[in-house]
């Protein structure tokens, strides 16, 4: 890394674990003035757990933290942004309902002596400042009314002209569109130039290095490269960032996995043209009977709204679904599952009723094959055993309240619900998200058993492994658009990455 | 993205002797209301030697009729975690049409439209189910958070109300009516006997019926109501206009056990009906509770009003012991709703 005259910020063997679980392990870090460094790792590598401790968000931590030459600690976020310290979240945290220009002023309204809030001040300076960033907007527009990547940027230069000497941003662009990007690229610069410090982290490689000036790569929070932007390409950080030869628990996929010859079976749901707000362009696919379709992007790449179109929870604004042939436009998510499609969504807390028996939760999306009026519990039971042995949950008792179940019991449920009357088109998002490994694999062969019973699956997935130990053929979505189709070839970890 | 799992680790024991606690835990919704009423009713009998009476529990039988008669249908939308303040003046507005469609004496100054007594009950009947159904199209299509749909509805049903009699007071209603709101048979009152039916229907369909099991779901978490393939709207929509025909109901037999038609008449009954469904243990937040915890929450309130007329207190005293009667039950459902959430965890 670049020797600059003496670190702004110098952390040393910085150590974190959470619950006996070690997120980071003796990282150095060092930052100077004048630099942008990006910061690359898989989900989970400790990116963002570092990135918190230095904005102070966690203070507990071993290790040492030198700021200006300084031992420093850091209390809480307040002590962080008083020593100049400022961060951009990778969710908005802005406040929908206030406006822009208050959004940009957020605890930092010029009042007068009085200690009124200069209105006309403070709209004329956010307007001032949005000008220079780049954003022509009207300051007292509501910020809720503007486009998500227009939010993003706005609050993105909130922080940016706070005055802050390091200024932190996680995943910035994935909401933005490509000249939004430059524009936010050319701020940065003129900042660095200006003397501040920032860090820059994000999935998109490109990104990092057409932007940063030194890399650091990140690996089950242990820092594994640390490099000149200039002095690296692409495909060695992507190396990097997985890793050869891990664990052997898991499978890595960095080596080929050869995806079967495009199938020839009937298709069963067909998306063309579906497009969303910001979200969606032009999306359009075939996902055909006993294969799994993967669909692989960053978050924020349009996923989880497309797998809520397909299930009849979002309307599209262009674009038409076809479920066996025949159109559908989908009022409800009651009238997509009478069209056969079944859906699992990213978060269980979404889909599981965690005060109710697992009998209930594995009934409910049937209950109106089994019952016209009066409901028959009995037959619930059974049909819920027979799942629960079947996916072998555990403990396998169907009284039981879904909340006493583990994680990974609790996504099986998730999916026996849509297994006794089965779907043509079963649409899963994130399946095997935060699972050990057991329950992974047995997710794995549930789907695998179904993908032979002749359903056509949707798999959506921000992590690599999921889509590569599922799919049989991939399409990668990049801010919303398909970029990318995999079939009958083989195809890699760092393929998949690259495309994305 | 590390922490949250490991917590559920641990062995089974733990989790074994935990359960019995929770079990007891998530239970304290059903048993608090139950020691309150088992209390007041103990309180009073003490208190009062004419309380504890073969005809002062008829009394109280009847006087909880009509707010029992509300709460059936205000259960359901409660257990939806939504709300219906409008039920007293579809009550009333109800009341008034089917006495509004019924040949007044000539002393009662109202330009009424007389019809036979079933097209009396059934145009009423077809009124509040209007009403319910706009309310539910105000909150599932229009997305009006039902606590502001059903206020302004409330206002319209008291102006239809207001227009329909125009100050004046109507006194007869259908034959039928006037017999179920008024009439006994073998010294039950009618009108006990319909709120006992009305109130074992609505356990019946919230138990045994799919559309039952529909609404716990709905009101434990909507979210995964609707990603189960649920027509959420569609459940939500029919609580409300089972809600207003159950006012409705209510309002008919009402007027004919009052004796009479007028504006403003049922205005306690908002009240009433929402305290018995909540202070028996149904969850203001949906999902938990039932026709069994209104009934015991029925009882509370009866016997608190009932009582505190048979022990000698200040009177202008009484309405505050029973708003601090209230907050105690309320606090506990809160309670109880926290308690059991921890339980889930």
Redesign the interface.
């Known amino acids: 890394m670049p020797q600059g005259s003496s670190p702004l910020l110098e952390l040393t063997q910085i150590t974190k674990a959470f619950g006996g679980v070690e997120a980071l392990r003796g990282i150095d870090f060092a930052l100077s003035p004048g630099e942008i460094h990006g910061l690359v790792g898989e989900n989970g590598a400790g990116k963002s757990t570092l990135m918190k401790i230095i904005a102070g968000v966690h203070p507990e931590f071993s290790g040492r933290f030198m700021l200006d030459g300084r031992e420093t600690r850091f209390r809480s976020t307040r002590d962080a942004r008083a020593a100049g310290i400022a961060m951009v979240h990778q969710e908005l945290s802005v406040a929908p309902d206030l406006s822009v220009a208050e959004n940009v002023f957020l605890g930092v309204q010029p009042t007068n002596a009085l200690g009124f809030v200069q209105w006309r001040r403070m709209a004329r300076e956010a307007g001032e400042q949005l000008s220079r960033f780049g954003i022509d907007v009207d300051p007292t527009a509501r910020l809720g009314d503007l486009p998500i990547g227009l939010q993003q940027l706005i609050e993105i230069a909130r922080v940016l002209f706070s005055g802050a000497r390091i200024i932190i941003l996680d995943e910035p662009t994935s909401a933005l569109s490509p000249p939004e990007v430059e524009r936010l690229f050319a701020t940065l610069r003129r900042l660095r130039d200006a003397g501040s410090a920032i860090i820059f982290i994000s999935h998109f490689i490109e990104d990092i290095l057409g932007i940063s000036d030194t890399v650091t790569v990140f690996r089950n929070g242990r820092k594994v490269m640390d490099t000149a932007a200039g002095a690296t390409i692409k495909a060695t950080l992507i190396e990097a960032m997985i890793g050869k030869g891990r664990e052997a628990l898991e499978e890595t996929y960095t080596h080929d996995v050869a995806l079967p010859a495009p199938s020839e079976t009937p298709v069963v749901l067909e998306a063309s043209g579906l497009s969303l707000a910001r979200s969606l362009n032009d999306v359009s696919f075939q996902a055909r009977a006993g294969e799994v379709l993967g669909v692989y992007g960053f978050m924020g790449c349009g996923q989880l709204e497309l797998a809520r179109i397909l299930f009849g929870k979002l309307k599209p604004d262009r674009g038409q679904l076809q479920v066996a042939g025949e159109t559908k436009a989908f009022g409800s998510t009651a009238d997509a599952r009478r069209a056969g499609i079944a859906f699992v969504p990213e978060s269980r807390r979404a889909m599981l009723f965690h005060q109710e028996p697992v009998y209930k939760n594995v009934s409910i999306s049937i209950l109106d094959r089994i019952s016209s009026l009066w409901l028959k519990p009995s037959q619930e039971r059974e049909i819920a055993m027979r799942q629960v042995e079947q996916l072998q949950i555990r403990p396998s008792a169907v009284e039981l309240d879904l909340g006493m179940l583990s994680g990974g019991n609790q996504q099986k449920v998730a999916l026996a619900k849509w297994l006794t009357f089965p779907p043509r088109v079963l649409v899963l998002c994130e399946p095997t998200r935060g699972m050990d490994v057991g329950a992974k694999n047995d997710v794995i062969h549930i789907i695998r058993h179904l993908r032979e019973q002749g359903l056509a699956i949707v798999v959506l997935s921000t992590e690599p492994e999921t889509v590569l130990s599922l799919a049989d053929r991939i399409i990668v979505l990049k801010r919303g658009a398909v970029v990318r189709e995999f079939t009958g070839e083989k195809i890699s970890k760092d393929r998949l990455l690259e495309a994305a | ?3 949250s ?5 641990p062995a089974g024991d733990r ?1 074994g002797s935990r ?1 019995i606690a929770a079990l007891l835990r998530s239970q304290m919704r059903n048993i608090a209301p139950f020691l309150t009423l088992i209390f007041l009713s103990a309180f009073f009998a003490i208190a009062s030697p004419s309380f504890a009476t073969i005809d002062n529990v008829g009394n109280i039988l009847t006087q909880v009729s009509v707010t029992g008669i509300i709460a059936v249908g205000l259960t359901f939308v409660i257990l939806c975690a939504e709300i219906d303040l409008s039920i007293a003046s579809i009550a009333n507005v109800t009341g008034i049409a089917v006495a509004y469609f019924t040949l007044q004496e000539s002393y009662v100054n109202i330009a009424n439209i007389p019809l036979p007594g079933w097209a009396a009950i059934l145009l009423a009947l077809v009124l509040c189910a209007v009403l319910g159904l706009v309310n539910a199209f105000g909150l599932t299509v229009i997305g009006i958070p039902s606590f502001i749909m059903t206020l302004a509805m409330m206002q319209i049903a008291a102006g239809i109300s207001a227009l329909l009699v125009r100050g004046q007071i109507a006194y007869k209603v259908p034959d039928l009516i006037a017999t179920l709101g008024s009439a006994s048979i073998g010294g039950i009152p009618w009108i006990v006997i319909v709120a006992a039916l009305m109130l074992l229907a609505g356990h019946l369909v919230l138990t ?3 559309f ?3 609404v ?2 709905v009101g ?2 909507r ?12 459940i939500l929509g029919s609580v409300m206009v089972i809600s207003a025909v159950c006012s409705g109901i209510g309002g008919m037999l009402g007027v004919a056990h009052f004796g009479s038609a007028q504006q403003n008449e049922f205005d306690t009954y908002l009240l009433d009906s929402i305290a018995a469904v909540v202070v028996g243990g149904t969850s203001l937040f949906g ?2 509770g039932g026709i069994g915890n209104t009934i015991v929450g029925l009882f509370v309130l009866g016997v608190l009003n009932n009582g505190l007329d048979h022990v000698n207190i200040d009177s202008f005293l009484k309405i505050l012991i029973r708003g601090l009667i209230l907050l105690a039950a309320l606090v506990i459902n809160v309670y109880a709703q926290r308690l ?1 959430a921890k339980a ?2």
């Open positions: 993205m590390v922490s799992d490991s917590a559920a680790v989790k359960r045994y019926t799919r039952g099991r529909y716990y779901m434990g978490n979210e995964a109501a609707e990603y189960s393939g649920l027509n959420v709207k569609l999902g938990r059991r889930a965890d």
